[in-house]
């Protein structure tokens, strides 16, 4: 079973976790906002998508902080995870992502799988955390490049569903 898990300050990640919930099937409640989500809402879920904007200069959008310390030392052993994030990559270039990439690095250590990491050929820029060896480490919404979402959402759900 699949939980989405997302911080949405401007309602822009929150409306890619609905698309993503719609593409992949998953019903309404099993989309948990993380600013009101205790850590006990992922134990049902053996994949976890997890998704944030970035902020300021690479920051995790705020409800995230609470929330991925108690992720971090949970036992994410048995886990399959995949991320998600928006962005601006015209006016914040080289850190375009970079929440995607804080989530990664912060539960690199939890023993989770991590999934849905594909071929960066799309995104112009590769500069940020969200990027490695020519990989995106999750699906990027770009706000400057809106056009390219549902083809980028296509990209990650069949890396997702061939993990």
Request: proline share 3%.
């Amino acid at each position: 079973m699949t939980g989405i898990f997302y911080g949405s300050t401007t309602g822009n990640t929150l409306a890619l976790a609905r698309q993503i919930a719609d593409r992949l099937g998953i019903a309404t409640a099993h989309l948990h906002d993380v600013g009101g989500a205790s850590i006990e809402a992922i134990e049902p879920y053996d994949t976890l998508l997890l998704g944030s904007s970035t902020w300021g200069v690479g920051d995790l959008q705020d409800d995230w902080y609470s929330f991925i310390d108690s992720l971090k030392n949970a036992d994410l052993s048995r886990k399959r995870v995949g991320l998600f994030g928006c962005g601006d990559s015209a006016s914040y270039p080289d850190s375009f992502g970079d929440a995607i990439g804080l989530l990664h690095e912060t539960l690199s250590g939890s023993g989770c799988t991590f999934i849905g990491i594909v071929p960066a050929t799309d995104y112009p820029l590769q500069e940020s955390k969200a990027f490695q060896g020519g990989q995106v480490l999750g699906l990027l919404a770009d706000d400057d490049a809106p056009e390219k979402t549902a083809s980028r959402l296509e990209t990650w759900v069949a890396a997702l569903q061939n993990a």
